[in-house]
T-cell receptor, first 113, second 111 residues
Framework: DTEVTQTPKHLVMGMTNKKSLKCEQH?????MYWYKQKAKKPPELMFV???????INESVPSRFSPECPNSSLLNLHLHALQPEDSALYLC????????????FGQGTRLTVV | GDSVTQMEGPVTLSEEAFLTINCTYT??????LFWYVQYPGEGLQLLLK?????DKGSNKGFEATYRKETTSFHLEKGSVQVSDSAVYFC??????????FGSGTRLSIRP
């Protein structure tokens, strides 16, 4: 199983809503990542978890709150988002932090209205 | 800081044409280098990688050679297919322990 599964695939939310994005992998990877990708742009790193601990936070606004409940799951909790937060949110995992292959999910297409 | 620069797109070619997408990097030391591909509506997939100077990564007919002298990692394919139409990202693993992506090059192949 070399898949990273993200749910939901699409999400429309209002600016006052609270929602969560979910990511799951069963490859035994110990590093997991959240990226944000705007249209026609490269992915931008948001957070890195290594061995279930937050190791990198790229100065992301607090309306985005990551959580790693166990080594297979990664969540991104969303609250009071702005329309400019609309983007494709990609989850990725790798065997470890380091110069190794990252496996990406298909992403959640988020629209904030 | 570390950065990756790749050629602007879009690139449009006819089927069976030769492909080159240029990529150069700036980095402290010698980072690992990657090419990722993103098909429409999907996440990124690793296409190939190289971890040290003069390494050649290859996969699905694509090749790229890690050139330390020119700090480059150009992607090449001898004969492209319509199914190669996608966005290609050059990337490096930076000294700050994260992947840095280039801006992406959209490739369209005409039948």
């Amino acid at each position: 199983d070399t898949e990273v599964t993200q749910t939901p695939k699409h999400l429309v939310m209002g600016m006052t809503n609270k929602k969560s994005l979910k990511c799951e992998q069963h490859m035994g990877h110990r590093a997991m990542y959240w990226y944000k990708q705007k249209a026609k742009k490269p992915p931008e790193l948001m957070f890195v978890y290594s061995y279930e601990k937050l190791s990198i936070n790229e100065s992301v606004p607090s309306r985005f709150s990551p959580e790693c409940p166990n080594s297979s799951l990664l969540n991104l909790h969303l609250h009071a988002l702005q329309p400019e937060d609309s983007a494709l949110y990609l989850c990725a995992s790798s065997q470890d932090e380091g110069p190794v292959e990252a496996f990406f999910g298909q992403g959640t297409r988020l629209t904030v209205v | 800081g570390d950065s990756v620069t790749q050629m602007e797109g879009p690139v449009t070619l006819s089927e069976e044409a030769f492909l080159t997408i240029n990529c150069t990097y700036t980095a402290t030391g010698y980072p690992s280098l990657f090419w990722y591909v993103q098909y429409p509506g999907e996440g990124l997939q690793l296409l190939l990688k190289a971890t040290k100077a003069d390494d050649k990564g290859s996969n699905k007919g694509f090749e790229a050679t890690y050139r330390k002298e020119t700090t480059s990692f150009h992607l090449e394919k001898g004969s492209v297919q319509v199914s190669d139409s996608a966005v290609y990202f050059c990337a490096s693993y930076s000294s700050a322990s994260k992947i840095i992506f280039g801006s992406g090059t959209r490739l369209s192949i005409r039948p």
